[in-house]
């Protein structure tokens, strides 16, 4: 690896990143929150469930 060509490369990446806008945070920020929520959501079922199966025993 020449360390040369790294920093060329870092450099290159650094000028074309952009600042996202409104309308992409927001749709990133609702694809997160779903899959948070739907983890969530998961979870809980699995928990009511098992707590279902061992109070019927």
Do not use: E
Request: overall charge positive.
């Amino acid at each position: 690896m020449n360390p040369r060509q790294t920093l060329k490369n870092m450099s290159n990446t650094v000028k074309m990143a952009r600042k996202s806008d409104r309308d992409d945070y927001m749709q990133h920020l609702r694809l997160v929150l779903f899959g948070i929520a739907s983890v969530g959501s998961i979870g809980f079922v699995i928990q009511f469930v098992f707590s279902v199966i061992t109070v019927g025993n």
